[in-house]
């Protein structure tokens, strides 16, 4: 039937719209979370670990690492979604080089006080607690919803309350409803 993929940067709410399309009854998963994405060597491509285990000079690990999915499964979990419909939700530096294997790419939008406070106050996940990475993510935000537009990339606004995010989401996929939001 369909693959779909939820993205958008982090603090955005994917994990949170994953956790209610499972809790709605649709098979869903993190990306980060369900070991699609991975941190890999940008030199070499190859997995790297360490990240997170000792502390490590985060502005150094960024220069020779990413964020990376892994084809081979968004692959495997395309062929297990030929008769059903199926959600993977995440983000990561190579992510469109995946994008082909997706029915629909939906972007989940918040505005910058919205992000702010969700990275501030999230207990489920530590990416952005540090000065550096905090910086990424407020940069990131500056380019991100106009690079997913310009690739024609669905958006959806994730400021409001999670059973309308993921009403519109489920509109979007069951064609009720194409048109982008940009707040």
């Not at 709605?24 to 994405?37: I, K, L």
């Not at 490590?56 to 297990?80: C, G, P």
């Not at 993977?88 to 406070?117: M, Y």
């Not at 997913?148 to 994730?158: F, Q, S, T, Y």
Request: some cysteine; overall charge positive; charged content about 30%.
């Amino acid at each position: 039937m369909s693959l779909i993929y939820i993205t958008g940067i982090s603090g955005s709410g994917k994990s949170t719209v994953c956790e209610e399309l499972k809790r709605r009854g649709y098979e869903a998963y993190d990306a980060d979370g369900e070991g699609f994405n991975g941190w890999c060597n940008k030199e070499t491509g190859k997995a790297a670990e360490g990240y997170g285990k000792d502390k490590v000079d985060a502005k150094e690990w960024y220069k020779k690492n990413s964020w990376n999915t892994s084809r081979a499964k968004v692959e495997r979990l395309s062929e297990s979604a030929r008769n059903k419909l199926v959600f993977l939700c995440g983000v990561s530096a190579n992510e469109e080089t995946v994008w082909d294997l997706f029915t629909k790419v939906i972007c989940l939008n918040v505005d910058e006080a919205t992000l702010r406070n969700r990275i501030k106050t999230r207990a489920t996940n530590e990416f952005g607690k540090e000065p550096y990475e905090f910086q990424i993510i407020l940069e990131w935000h500056k380019t991100y919803l106009d690079d997913c537009i310009k690739k024609g990339v669905l958006v959806v606004n994730a400021d409001r309350p999670l059973n309308m995010v993921v009403d519109k989401i489920l509109k979007i996929v069951f064609n009720k409803s194409y048109g982008s939001e940009r707040s």
